[in-house]
């Protein structure tokens, strides 16, 4: 049972456990890989497991796919191309990517729960994000499918061939989306190859593209670790390549592509700004940091993860920020009343508990609630760094989990030069009462995306990417067609 303080009265109220069941679904025990329409082995017979982080249990073996693998499902993205889905209009595309999203929506209780277990956040995540925004993308995509002209007004819209797409462990089955819904609505086919500790919901999908009929070969799904990765990469039969993901796997990525005509794009890391004024509906602002920066563990690429605030409402901010991180519930990923699950792996763990000690040998202050955490698996309490310095690691790198550095300014300018003091350029937020002072912030900071008054809001119709060591190429809206389509 998770104690909490009532905020009104001072007395303890008690939330009991509030699980939600996986016994609607099972699991297999060994999944292969998805080439051609069909589910096989890898060629050398390896496979390898994936865990539940919150449990640390094994929840099933996959496939293992090595370089003979990879060249299997190019190939058959490659004949389905030519054969099949260039050749189809795109009123017979949508079709089929309507058909998808309508099975995602029917299976979305057991996406969601799959989800969480493979990856660790929420449920309440999980269910009410992930997956409705994994089946709007879909939608979205549907109807561009036989409007492409639309897109690309005077233009003559043809597809690019076979797309390789590499995908993160954060967001698994929302990445597919992004990933998959504009590459086939474009008329192209696709390898996809997402991350190892979080293979299930892909492997769902492959299920659901069978399920809908997806003609065989439109979509293959390898599974495997970077190794896996590099050699989907260095397949000659690539047209394009997209990579979500680590900025130093997108620089070995772009290495590995020089002097090849296969098309990139890029979306990594990010250390955002979020910036909240003097003149700010404070308590609205306060919720935005929380959500910005320990929305799914802080596994987010445009997470708020730098906060800037005025230096008139520092302490204000802060003190608010702690009352309310107070009754924020770490633990079980499938309990309904969890706000921040289980990080994604042990790897990831130990990676931020490096920086929590990196930020305190720089001489930084840290806070961390004194929540209770379960003993097995991989938990880390919400924490924040207070009088940190703008050369500080913790400043300057993307830590990926929930650990807020928060720094002072006193003019919009000095926010500005701060926020733009990183190697990143991926979102921002700003917190003001005032029009103008958003249009001069969001002008400001060189990032793809900048919510104010809000913070971490996706729709399909609006393109996200990055600048500077963010990467490059958009993905959502028409922006995100783009790189899926050759225009003449
Ligand atoms: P990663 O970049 O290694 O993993 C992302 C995907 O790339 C996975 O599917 C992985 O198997 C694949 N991959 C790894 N090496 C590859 C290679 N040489 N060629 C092709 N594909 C390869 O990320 P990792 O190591 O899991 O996380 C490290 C840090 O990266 C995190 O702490 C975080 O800061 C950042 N990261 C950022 C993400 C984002 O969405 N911006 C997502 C995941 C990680
Ligand atoms: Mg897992």
């Not at 449990?55 to 099949?84: M, N």
């Not at 939608?139 to 819209?157: E, I, N, S, T």
């Not at 020089?258 to 003149?279: P, Q």
């Amino acid at each position: 049972m998770t104690e909490t303080k009532n905020p009104t009265k001072g007395s303890n109220w008690s939330y009991a456990p509030s699980p939600e069941s996986s016994d609607h679904f099972k699991l297999k025990d060994q999944y292969g890989l998805f080439i051609g329409g069909k589910f096989v082995p890898a060629a050398s017979g390896k496979r390898f497991s994936t865990i539940n982080p919150a449990t640390e249990k094994v929840l099933a073996h996959v496939a293992d796919a090595g370089e003979k693998d990879v060249d299997k499902a190019v190939r058959a993205a490659r004949t389905a191309y030519e054969k099949v889905w260039r050749k189809m209009s795109g009123r017979e595309r949508g079709k089929y990517l309507y058909r998808i999203a309508r099975i995602i929506q029917e299976r979305s209780r057991e996406l969601a729960v799959v989800e969480s277990m493979d990856g660790g956040k929420p449920i309440r995540e999980s269910r009410d994000l992930d997956v409705p925004l994994a089946t709007a993308h879909f939608f979205y995509h549907a109807g561009w499918a036989d409007k492409l002209p639309y897109a690309f007004p005077g233009k003559a819209v043809r597809p690019i061939g076979v797309a390789g797409q590499i995908i993160p462990w954060n967001f698994p089955l929302l990445m597919v989306a992004w990933k998959v819904a504009p590459a086939l609505a474009c008329g192209n086919t696709v390898v996809l190859k997402p991350a190892e500790t979080t293979p299930l919901t892909a492997l769902l999908f492959a299920e659901i593209c069978q399920e809908a009929g997806l003609p065989d070969g439109v979509f293959n799904c390898i599974t495997g670790a970077g190794s896996t990765g590099a050699a989907l990469v260095k397949h000659p039969g690539l047209n394009k390549v997209a990579f979500t993901g680590s900025t130093d796997v997108g620089k070995a990525i772009q290495k590995s592509l020089a002097g090849r005509t296969t098309k990139l794009t890029l979306e990594l890391g990010g250390k955002a700004a979020n910036i909240i004024f003097e003149d700010a509906a404070i308590d609205q602002a306060v919720e935005g940091i929380i959500n910005g920066i320990f929305f799914n563990q802080g596994h987010v690429c445009c997470a708020g993860s730098r906060l800037l605030v005025q230096e008139s409402v520092e302490k204000e901010v802060v003190a608010k920020l702690k009352a309310r991180m107070a009754h924020l519930i770490v633990g079980d990923p499938l309990d309904k009343n969890t706000d921040i699950g289980a990080i994604n792996s042990k790897a990831q763990c130990d990676r931020i508990q490096d920086y929590l000690k990196v930020g305190q040998e720089e001489g930084a202050e840290l806070f961390q609630t004194n929540c209770p955490i379960p003993d097995k698996g991989y938990f880390i309490r919400p924490s924040f760094f207070t009088k940190v310095a703008q050369s500080h690691r913790i400043v300057q790198e993307e830590i990926f989990g929930p650990v807020l550095a928060i720094q002072s300014f006193r003019t919009l300018n000095e926010a500005l030069e701060k926020a733009n003091n990183t190697p990143y350029g991926l979102s921002g937020g700003v917190w003001t009462d005032k029009g103008a002072k958003i249009f001069k912030v969001t002008r400001g900071i060189r990032a793809g995306v900048i919510w104010a008054n809000t913070f971490n809001k996706f729709d399909p119709a609006s393109p996200f990417g990055g600048y500077k060591e963010s990467g490059y190429g958009r993905e959502g809206g028409r922006h995100g067609l783009r790189p899926y389509v050759e225009l003449s």
